[in-house]
């Protein structure tokens, strides 16, 4: 017998609160520190997207779902020192590959996720090889790559087109580096990483 209707919605939402807490705690683990912010993205069976992001800077981050034409579906600020966690219904998405990404000052990172036939499924990480970037509090710039085809990376950092560091002939798997930038001075910077012909690039500000 089935308990009762009321009874059934407070079990289903223990249990989302339950999925959204344990994210947030592998999300912590993952990263190793709490002291950096976060996307959350995972998809339940009935094509409803949790998302989540956590802000532990000072600045507003803005989080959007897009297709590959870079139509936008979702959008939302987040102020600084803030959390957000919001459940997505994914069933009026047409069929196509999509992309959730939050962005900011001195932080990026994003998911990608599928919609065949109806059925919307993330696409691993490990076939995606997207950097993640963040620059922290105290002047470190954190660069994690999935080397999924283990190229030669170069990472490189530069200002006004000069480059101020580099490391070449980077060949780990699971790349995760933290550079100091306390001795540069202020300015307008660009991080990139070449990776098997592809460039990727993220600016960031130091103050």
């Given at each position: ?26 999300c912590r683990i993952a ?75 001195n932080f990026s990172s ?93 600016q960031f500000v130091i103050?």
């Amino acid at each position: 017998m089935l308990p009762p209707k009321a009874d059934r919605i407070k079990l289903m939402i223990k249990k989302i609160l339950f999925t959204l807490y344990t994210t947030l705690l592998l999300c912590r683990i993952a990263f190793a520190s709490p002291t950096e912010s976060c996307l959350l993205f995972s998809i339940s069976s009935k094509n409803v997207g949790r998302l989540g992001v956590i802000n532990v800077t000072n600045h507003t981050l803005t989080v959007e779902i897009k297709n590959k034409n870079a139509e936008v579906f979702f959008t939302k600020n987040i102020a600084g020192n803030k959390n957000f966690f919001q459940m997505i219904d994914l069933n009026a998405l047409p069929d196509g590959e999509y992309k959730v990404m939050v962005s900011g000052i001195n932080f990026s990172s994003e998911r990608k996720f599928i919609i065949e036939n109806r059925a919307a499924k993330l696409i691993p990480k490990e076939t995606e090889s997207i950097p993640v970037f963040n620059f922290l509090e105290n002047k470190t710039l954190l660069v994690r790559y999935y080397n999924v085809k283990q190229n030669s990376v170069n990472i490189f950092i530069e200002n006004d087109s000069d480059v101020v560091f580099e490391e070449r002939n980077i060949t780990d798997l699971n790349i995760v580096k933290k550079y100091s930038l306390t001795k540069l001075p202020k300015g307008r910077y660009v991080v990139k990483i070449y990776s098997g012909g592809i460039i990727y690039d993220y600016q960031f500000v130091i103050n």
